[in-house]
């Protein structure tokens, strides 16, 4: 059996179910970079540089359908917004607000 998510011993074969369920679309932790979320600050440094965020990922067993958010929720994290002139040691702690989801399959909105 796996010892942690997504760890196994190497003659262990994944069950089918598994991989289903691992693989349909769902919200999945990702590294969002700050910059993405906040495009009009860049004249600062942000640290860390990119943010581990819920988002839409995976398959939906239908060419048709892709996944994508039902809802968004915000999150505050406390990360660090630096002016080029500033040294780490003077960077200022700020809390950003960023979005999570839910998902669902879905027709693609064009």
Known sequence: APTT???????EVVK????YQRSYCRPI???????QEYPDEIEYIFKPSCVPLMRCAGCCNDEALECVPTS????TMQTC???CKNTDS???ARQLELNERTCRC?????
């Open 5 to 11: 998510e997504g760890e196994q011993k190497a003659h």
């Open 16 to 19: 089918f179910m598994d991989v």
């Open 29 to 35: 932790e990702t590294l969002v970079d700050i910059f």
């Open 72 to 75: 968004e929720s915000n999150v």
């Open 81 to 83: 917004k630096c002016s």
């Open 90 to 92: 003077r960077c200022k």
């Open 106 to 110: 879905d027709k693609p909105r064009r």
